[in-house]
């Protein structure tokens, strides 16, 4: 039987929610979360705008941000058209930063979305489809509620990254399917990964809460690819 979260009243306690920032014209990434989250004892908190149920959006979103233990942008092409998408994904971002939860970006792996994503913290490609709850590395971040990240061992695709332009500079960890196509979750360029292998470092991070600093390690030349360095 699944143990019940109790508050500190011994009273039931709300399921922990993420903050879904998204295009409600992505019914294929709604979908491909919703299955994710069935299950996990954790809520999406799909906010839907312009309609959204609380006015003036800018309070409710901050509210609903505050009450969420993480951000996840669900990026996806009807965002690049709509501006006022591109604004609130901005403002999100912002306040999800000023409140210290952590920003995971996804994007489908075989699609660019030129929408910029300040402060994030990982960045994922996923597949357009999931079959399996706990397909890695969605499965551990979706059952912490955005607070944990999962640890590398059976993948080489998973690892610390840095933005090589040194105007921007960001760090986060990254689950990268096509390396062709995959960008800075920060300032959408082109050929700005430098990856950084799980060390002990890396590894000593991976049973602790988010909003720890990354390895600091030196950029290397930034004119070679993305390459992912195996574990
Ligand atoms: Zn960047």
Known sequence: MKRKRLNRDGELAPPPTVFMAHSKEDSEGREFFDRLFSGAGVRAYW???????????????????????????????????????????????????????????????DEFVDIPVPGAFGYLQRPLTTTQLQTFPFGRIISSAGTRYPPAEGSDVWFHAICRHSDCGERFVAYVLDASIARCPTCR????????????????LLDQPLLKPLPNQPVEDPSSPLIAVNP
């Open 189 to 204: 360029r082109e050929g700005t990964i430098k990856i950084h292998t799980w060390d002990e470092r890396a590894m000593a």
């Open 47 to 109: 906010y839907p705008y312009p309609e959204g149920p609380t006015i003036p959006h800018s309070k409710g979103i901050r509210r609903a941000i505050k009450e969420s233990s993480a951000v996840f942008v669900v990026l996806s092409k009807p965002m690049e058209v709509h501006p006022h998408i591109r604004s609130w994904v901005s403002f999100e971002s912002g306040i999800a930063v000023g409140l210290d939860r952590p920003i995971w970006v996804f994007e489908r792996f």
